[in-house]
């Protein structure tokens, strides 16, 4: 056997006779099981959930009754996002960014019903997921096992009989890592058990085998920066405390950090300030239920000259359906321009906070997790964009419907008795135009390419954390 191998033994030896470091493993095994189990079963049942209510939706949507088209417009439909597959290990920006909105004419909601539920049912315990766990607990389960590795050899004399016969650091060192690094194997398995169900649902093997080598990496430089502190430092409660500070820094301090600075940097106005902002422009455009507001007077001629006519009247379409159709358009045209500065202001935040993986190696794999797994700010901003798109169409599509379906006379007149109201409704076959929604993660291609920048700087970080082990390691003296 290897004189490598055999200090990995020996390591794992000692690390099995004491009771503390057994019984942190236990509890941080007990917690990536039960938080795996109850995380899996949550995500999968938001799933179903999601999917059977899209289906509802759309049948209800289909199943109205003969009614004035422009009803339709204002009883809406609603778009589901189910959860990606790998949301089981990472649930991401779901939690805080709802997963269903309502769409209507006139109108661009916000995405609601946050994930209040799992808080209610999780209590406390809400916000613990394996990916938390991975990201927070397993590096302080390293830094409890290695914090002191070489420095008990430095308080036992074995490391002085070692470099006697002969040893060098540098392959004391790499037996400390070999133990380390089987530690770390191990824990990867829930990960890999995960990853594996996450495909058996869909999930690319792609996305699945780089999130593992993402957490990987993550965890391998946690090793090296523990090993370096043994290393370098001489003391033990010197060593655990100063690597308790790097945990609380990198871990804590900097997220926080970084989440009010990005903030602070880029002022990113939330959908409500941005409506109170686009209220005035919004006037200008004029009031689409009212075919008689001077906005429209332009498009009145602009009809009336292209049909050859003198009067609305004469119209061969339905000139109100004409101005919900024209208002539509213009008001979603300023809608989307408001969202797109508003969703690039907050693409950008999230560029700015994952610059600060340099700082910390938790906000690197924190990036690359929710990239790969779906659940990132992009994937949300693309489910606004696509809802949006479904909002558009079907309510245009029933506005044109409006205008070639519904005699103009009987529209004015809806009003004036039962008869009349009955006279302005149109066949429930037009609802029919509604499209079928099934929002899809990304490809895992695409998803791999908005994860590199993340992923590049681990592996920066594992070569700094590698590269001070090796030069500690060579310079190790009694």
Known sequence: MSTVLRIAREEWRLWLRSKVVVAAALIVAVLLAATSVLTVNRVAEEQSQ????????????????????????????????PPPPLAVFE????????????????????????????????????????????????????????????????ESGTLAVMLAQGQSGTKLALGK?????????????????????????GESALAATSLVAGYFLYLCIWGGIVLAASILLKQRAVSLGALIFVWLFAALIVPRFAINASS?????????????????????????????????????AQVLEEYGVETIEELPINWRGVVASY??????????????????????????FGLFGFASPTIAISSASRTL??????????????????RFGFVQALNEKHATDLDYTADINRNNGEEASRAARINANAWQVL????????????????????????????????????????????
């Open 177 to 201: 890592a070999a133990a380390l690094l089987a530690v770390i194997a191990i824990f990867m398995i829930p990960l890999i058990g995960v990853a594996a169900y996450s495909v058996s649902l």
């Open 327 to 352: 208002s539509e358009a213009e008001l979603t045209e300023l809608l989307n321009s408001y969202a797109d500065k508003r969703m690039e202001l907050e693409a950008s935040q999230s560029h700015l």
């Open 50 to 81: 999601r999917i059977e209510q899209q289906i509802a939706a759309e049948q209800t949507f289909f199943a109205q009754p003969d009614r004035h088209p422009h009803r339709m417009v204002h009883y809406g439909h609603y778009a589901f996002r």
């Open 91 to 154: 649930p991401g920006v779901d939690a805080v960014t709802g997963q269903s909105i309502f769409l209507e004419g006139h109108r661009q909601n916000t995405a609601m019903f946050a994930d209040t539920k799992a808080a209610a049912d999780l209590g406390g315990f809400a916000s613990l997921t394996p990916a938390i766990l991975y990201q927070l607990l397993l590096p302080l389960l390293l830094i409890v096992l290695g914090h002191a590795m070489f420095l008990r050899e430095r």
């Open 435 to 478: 499209d079928e929604f099934r929002f899809e993660p990304d490809s895992a291609v695409q998803r791999m390419d908005r994860a590199m920048p993340s992923l590049g700087i681990l592996i920066a970080w594992l070569i700094a954390a590698s590269g001070v082990v090796y030069l500690a390691s060579r310079k190790v003296r009694l």
């Open 264 to 300: 602070a940097v880029i002022d990113a106005p939330g959908k409500i300030e941005s409506d109170l902002v686009m209220l005035a422009e919004q006037r200008k455009l004029g009031d689409g239920h009212n075919a008689a507001d001077p906005a429209f007077m332009q498009l009145q």
């Open 373 to 390: 797994s779906g659940t990132d700010l992009a994937t949300h901003h693309r489910f606004l964009r696509e809802s949006e798109d479904l």
